[in-house]
């Protein structure tokens, strides 16, 4: 996934995630959920084995 953050106008930030954009307030917003949102996508992640997948 492609992140981009750029200023759109005075005091208009935009965080684009490829094709969708979000617009905050502050560039530190912008850099604050773009942190997170990063941090989400590097973190381990597991997936429910089949068994449990095909009961629930």
């Known amino acids: 996934m492609k992140i981009l953050i750029k200023?759109?106008?005075?005091?208009?930030?935009?965080?684009?995630?490829?094709?969708?954009a979000?617009?905050?307030?502050?560039?530190?917003?912008?850099?604050a959920f773009t942190k997170t949102l990063e941090a989400r996508l590097h973190a381990p992640h597991q997936f429910p084995d089949r068994q449990?997948?095909?009961?629930?």
């Open 7 to 20: 200023e759109v106008a005075t005091s208009r930030w935009q965080v684009r995630l490829d094709q969708h």
């Open 22 to 31: 979000v617009t905050f307030r502050s560039e530190a917003e912008a850099l």
């Open 52 to 56: 449990q997948r095909a009961a629930g």
